[in-house]
């Protein structure tokens, strides 16, 4: 019974880390019909830059973090401005495709910069386990993401319900055409969109540094699963995101011990496959009706 | 004679190749009425996109009070007091009614008191108040029509412009959302009512526009041209 409560535990833990995620993708999607395929190293990014300011230049920690997410937002921008804009103009199946092409590019260009060797980021408060019972413990770090998810959650949820600018972005999701007949300026409501996104990567990017080797490679995996995790809830709805998130943390950490550690990122597919088969909207996404 | 509020001169637009507006030009002066009545496919609609500037133009100019707006992007169209009800209504409907109608006010950028507004329009339509909390979507197609028309209102529009306000709906429905167009154009608003139904579209308004494959083919006073032959054989059945 212990052995399960521990899994679960660290299985919330890792589902904080893919709901932050698939959330990024989510808003992006959500709001602009867009996958950005090149999110997960949008995430790695801000992971790199938080490393560099926080332990190569010993920033203090908020200082570092706060720089990497505004290096990263303007990255992406920069990406959207100059690359995915002028391609989205011609097609977005093009669009598409780049986005998966920007993925390699931005590993092969942190490359250059940082390196292709592993660095360890240090722990917050600490690496020793804080023992709940004499059987159950939890690393310290893993409560800080869990925090961050629920404060990222909330504060998106405040954002998107009680904000004009939210209130747009939801209205340009439903119907683009009606919403700039309100006066919505759809290339502001892209440029927040995207910062959203950068910004959100970058957070998670920096508070899990210390759970993993950081590295140009680190966002790949974890990129396309967060991605599996928005799909499996339903593609561009934001609970779909954070239940999808949470069901893939759960399953991966649960058949890492009862099943095998050597199939743990299979399981993400397997479970997108066997959602997919069940119910081809995701969980908690709508069947698209089209009207006439 | 009062003053132009509105100038469409010689506006063009196309589809890829398809030539939709050729060479269209209307004027329409302040506290009119006007109608642009013409058959399916005539080029009504991509004129009235043209206007707002969510349609780019080929040729032609747009002026509005005197400025010229040709390349003006449609949020700072909105913002100069022009608003449209599009064709199809185009409720956000997943976005309560009183959201739908946030969403109509986005362009206020002062923190003025929407009050008013709420109730202006909750005046107008008593029907959108006892659905102000349920979704769009949920709406009648009479009750979203009035939805649209109460959304554009919500920017205080100096110009209305209309897409279609009959289509879909009852005979019944159609002549009271008429007559609160009306009401709307007594209290100060300038309004283009785009229509396939011409008997009413003819009747309720000062001036009429024919479009006919894109190209203003006829023009006068409503009254004149509802007792035209070629209108009366094309555009209200004999």
């Known amino acids: 019974m212990n052995i399960f409560i521990q899994c679960v535990i660290n299985g919330v833990a890792l589902g904080a880390v893919y709901t932050i995620m698939a959330l990024s993708y989510t808003i992006l999607f959500g709001t602009l019909k867009i996958a950005n395929f090149a999110q997960g190293d949008i995430y790695m990014i801000g992971m790199l830059l938080g490393f560099t300011f926080y332990v190569t230049a010993s920033m203090p920690f ?121 006066g919505v300026n759809y290339s502001q409501i892209t440029t927040i969109t995207y910062t959203i996104a950068a910004a959100m990567a970058a957070i998670a990017g920096v508070f899990t540094g210390p759970l993993y080797n950081v590295s140009t490679t680190v966002g790949a995996t974890l990129g396309l699963k967060a991605l599996i995790a928005a799909v ?58 089209s009207k006439v | 004679m009062s003053e132009t509020i509105l100038k469409v001169s010689g506006v063009s637009a196309h589809y890829g190749s398809i030539n939709a507006v050729k060479d269209a030009s209307l004027e329409v002066n302040q506290g009119e009425v006007v109608t642009v009545i013409g058959a399916n496919g005539a080029g009504k609609s991509t004129l009235m996109k043209c206007i707002v500037g969510v349609m780019p133009k080929s040729g032609g100019t747009v002026e509005y009070m005197g400025q010229d707006i040709t390349k003006t992007p449609s949020d700072k169209i909105v913002r100069m007091g022009i608003a449209m009800v599009p064709e199809g209504r185009q409720i956000f409907s997943e976005l309560s009614v009183l959201e739908n109608l946030k969403m109509g006010a986005y362009t206020r950028t002062k923190k003025e008191d929407l009050a008013a507004d709420y109730d202006l329009v909750f005046g107008i339509f008593p029907r959108l108040k006892e659905r102000a909390g349920q979704k769009g979507g949920s709406l009648s197609g009479g009750e979203q029509q009035m939805l649209a028309v109460s959304r554009a209102l919500m920017s205080r529009p100096k110009l209305l412009l209309i897409d279609e306000l009959s289509m879909g709906l009852a005979p019944v429905l159609v002549e009271s959302l008429f007559d609160a167009l009306m009401d709307i154009n007594k209290k100060g608003t300038t309004i283009v009512l785009v229509e396939q139904d011409a008997n009413m579209a003819l009747k309720f308004s000062n001036r009429a526009y024919v479009i006919e494959n894109g190209t203003v083919a006829l023009s006068g006073k409503s009254s004149d041209l509802m007792a035209d032959d070629r209108v009366r054989e094309l555009y209200l059945g004999g």
Not at chain 1, 90 to 119: C, D, H, K, P, W
Not at chain 1, 120 to 143: A, M, R, V
Not at chain 1, 154 to 164: D, E, G, I, N, S
């Open chain 1, 232 to 289: 499996m809830g339903g593609f561009g709805n934001s609970a779909g995101a954070i239940v999808g998130g949470m069901i893939l943390g759960l399953v991966e950490a649960l058949g890492s011990t009862y099943i095998s550690s050597a199939y743990k990122d299979a399981f993400a597919f397997i479970m997108l496959l066997i959602i997919l088969f069940l119910r081809p909207q995701g969980i908690l996404g709508r069947k698209s009706v």
């Open chain 1, 62 to 182: 908020v200082v570092a973090l706060i720089l990497a997410v505004i290096i990263t937002a303007a990255v992406l921008l920069l990406i959207e401005r100059a690359i995915y804009r002028p391609i989205l103009k011609v097609s977005s199946m093009y669009l598409f495709i780049a986005t998966i092409g920007m993925a390699t590019f931005l590993r092969n260009a942190a490359q250059l910069v940082f390196g292709s060797e592993s660095y360890s980021f240090p722990h917050l408060f600490g690496s020793d386990p804080i023992q709940i019972t004499e059987s159950l413990s939890i690393i310290p770090q893993n409560i800080v993401i869990i925090v961050v998810c629920v404060i990222l959650v909330v504060a998106l949820f405040l954002f998107m319900r009680k904000t004009k600018t939210g209130l747009a972005m939801s209205a340009v999701s439903m119907n683009p055409f009606a919403a700039s007949l309100m």
